[in-house]
C-alpha cells in the first residue's frame, strides 16, 4: 500500500551524499564512458527514461547535488553512484563491455569520499547519506551467473561501508533494500546458469539481514530503511494505486509505450512515475525517523 506523505516537514539536512549502483546514478556513468553507457534519448543520463528517486528526494528535500565525475560547486552534495557498482570494489560493466574503462564498485566510492577527509577535518554530521546498492550483486549478467551468490559477503560490505561513513563523521544514513528480482522483466530474459528462485531468496535473505544490520549501528548513528521491495510488490499487486497499466513488460522495447502507464523502463530498472513513488516513500522513512538533532523546515 502507498504510504500518504507525511503531514510534518522534513528536517533540514545540510547537504545529500549519494553511493550505489545504477538506481541511484544521476549521470556518472554515462560521464565516466564518454556517453556509452546511459546515453538515453531525454539527455537525463540516468539508468530510466528520465529523473530518478535521488532526483525526486532531494527536491524534497531542498537540496541540490552534482556528480562525483563533474566540477564540483560549492555548497553541492555528491552522488558517486556508479551504474553497474556491486557492494565490493567490483564493477559489472566492464566484463560485460570491455571496451569501458574500469569503474568503481561500491568500496572506491567511499574511499573516495573518506579520502577528503584530514585526520581532524570531519565528515557533515547534518548531512544525509545515501546507500543505493545491491541489486548488480545477484543478478546473473556475466556468465549466467552471480557476481555475488552468497548475501553474507554483500551485508559485510555494506556493513564496512556504514562503518567508515560513521568513523568519519556521518550521522543520518538511509539504506535502500532490494526489490524482488523474480518479478522483474529479466527473470524472464536472463539465460542464467543459476534459478533465477535461487536468486531471488538470496535477495530475501539479503533484506532480512539488512534489518539486523541498521540496528547494529544505533545508537552510532541513524541509519534509516527504505522498503523498496514492499513498494515495488504493492505496486505489482495492485498497479492501479499508481496509475500503472503494465507492470511486466519493459516500456523501453515496446514503441510508443507511455512510461508514466510502465513500471519497468528495462529488464530491470524502473520507470520515472515509479522512482518518484520511491522518493516519496523514501520522505516518509526520514520523517518517521523523527531525527531531534536537526530542526524541520518551517514553509519552503
Given at each position: 500500500m502507498v504510504k500518504p506523505?507525511?503531514?510534518?516537514?522534513?528536517?533540514?539536512?545540510?547537504?545529500?551524499?549519494?553511493?550505489?549502483?545504477?538506481?541511484?546514478?544521476?549521470?556518472?556513468?554515462?560521464?565516466?564512458?564518454?556517453?556509452?553507457?546511459?546515453n538515453h534519448p531525454n539527455r537525463q543520463h540516468r539508468f530510466a527514461n528520465d529523473l530518478i528517486w535521488i532526483d525526486y528526494l532531494a527536491d524534497f528535500l531542498w537540496l541540490t547535488f552534482q556528480c562525483s565525475s563533474l566540477p564540483m560547486r560549492r555548497g553541492d552534495g555528491v552522488n558517486y553512484a556508479v551504474g553497474g557498482a556491486t557492494t565490493g570494489t567490483v564493477n559489472l560493466f566492464p566484463a560485460l563491455m570491455p571496451v569501458l574503462p574500469e569503474l568503481p564498485g561500491l568500496q572506491q566510492q567511499i574511499q573516495a569520499f573518506a579520502?577528503?577527509?584530514?585526520?581532524?577535518?570531519?565528515?557533515?554530521?547534518?548531512?544525509?547519506y545515501i546507500l543505493s546498492v545491491g541489486m548488480t550483486d545477484y543478478i546473473p549478467l556475466v556468465n549466467g551467473t552471480p557476481y555475488q551468490?552468497?548475501?553474507?559477503?554483500?551485508?559485510?560490505?555494506?556493513?564496512?561501508?556504514?562503518?567508515?561513513?560513521?568513523k568519519v563523521g556521518a550521522k543520518h544514513i538511509l539504506l535502500s533494500n532490494?526489490?524482488?528480482?523474480?518479478?522483474?522483466p529479466i527473470a524472464d530474459a536472463a539465460h542464467s546458469k543459476t534459478p533465477i528462485s535461487t536468486v531471488a531468496t538470496a535477495i530475501a535473505t539479503h533484506n532480512q539481514a539488512l534489518v539486523d544490520l541498521v540496528q547494529s549501528f544505533q545508537p552510532k548513528a541513524?541509519?534509516?530503511?527504505?522498503?523498496?521491495?514492499?513498494l515495488i510488490d504493492d505496486a505489482i499487486a495492485h498497479p492501479a494505486q499508481l496509475g500503472l497499466r503494465n507492470v511486466t513488460l519493459p516500456c523501453s522495447q515496446i514503441e510508443?509505450?507511455?512510461?508514466?502507464?510502465?513500471?519497468?523502463w528495462d529488464q530491470m530498472h524502473f520507470t520515472s512515475q515509479v522512482h518518484q513513488q520511491i522518493a516519496k516513500s523514501a520522505l516518509v522513512s526520514i520523517c518517521e525517523a523523527a531525527i531531534p538533532s536537526l530542526a524541520p523546515v518551517m514553509g519552503g
Open positions: 506523505l507525511p503531514a510534518t516537514e522534513p528536517p533540514r539536512f545540510s547537504c545529500l551524499y549519494v553511493f550505489g549502483d545504477s538506481f541511484a546514478d544521476t549521470g556518472n556513468a554515462f560521464q565516466l564512458t564518454q556517453g556509452i553507457l546511459a579520502a577528503s577527509f584530514k585526520r581532524k577535518k570531519r565528515a557533515d554530521a547534518d548531512a544525509l551468490a552468497d548475501p553474507k559477503q554483500s551485508i559485510h560490505h555494506l556493513s564496512d561501508a556504514i562503518a567508515t561513513l560513521i532490494l526489490p524482488d528480482l523474480g518479478k522483474t541513524n541509519v534509516m530503511l527504505l522498503d523498496v521491495k514492499s510508443g509505450c507511455n512510461p508514466n502507464d510502465y513500471l519497468f
